[in-house]
């Protein structure tokens, strides 16, 4: 069984640590976790592990946030997974911070590498991981906020949180989305 984790964020030391970049610092968390090293491949960073009979590729598209289905696609295809194997880590305003929500499939909610994903992939029916930013911006101010550094007590609070993240990308690997969801969601 192979399976593809994609973690959303953009490229460069300027977006390193800000919140729409969780999907690429939790995939940092779990390549650690499994000591192996990402590489500049072709559209992402990828890296690769085997958990429990599966191999799980892990890629961070280098083509930023809002082509991130380029890379998506490319990687789905060059690997030959299926969509039901694939899990996006992204950043959701909608949720409060560090809460984190499992969904087998749903639509973008206005997150622009969503919607290119389910552009490229054609679809919303793969399974994303939501990992909650906050909205604690003013109107209009979103794109602000979201490309903005986490406070020093989110900074804190966030090992816990991606810990939990990577607690259930795994889980998704082994026992699937929706026992996942069961075991994991609020």
């Not at 999907?23 to 491949?41: C, I, M, N, P, W």
């Not at 880590?89 to 969904?103: E, G, H, N």
């Amino acid at each position: 069984m192979k399976y593809l984790i994609v973690g959303l964020g953009n490229i460069g030391p300027e977006y390193e640590i800000t919140r729409h970049n969780i999907g690429f610092l939790t995939l940092d968390r779990l390549a650690d976790s499994q000591d192996v090293k990402f590489e500049t491949l072709k559209l992402a960073m990828k890296s690769e592990f085997k958990y429990k009979g599966r191999l799980i590729h892990l890629i961070k598209p280098t083509t930023y946030m809002n082509l991130s289905g380029k890379a998506v696609n490319y990687w789905m295809q060059e690997l030959k997974i299926p969509k039901e194997n694939i899990l996006v880590i992204t950043d959701d305003i909608a949720l409060p911070f560090a809460k984190l929500r499992m969904r087998a499939k749903g639509s973008a909610a206005g997150h622009n590498g969503l919607k290119d994903i389910e552009k490229m992939t054609g679809g919303q029916d793969y399974a994303r991981l939501k990992f909650g930013v906050g909205d604690n911006f003013p109107k209009g101010r979103q794109v602000d906020y979201v490309l903005s550094p986490f406070t020093q007590q989110e900074f804190e609070e966030l090992p816990f949180a991606m810990d939990k993240a990577c607690e259930m990308i795994l889980a998704f690997t082994t026992i699937g989305v929706n026992m996942t969801m069961s075991q994991f969601n609020d």
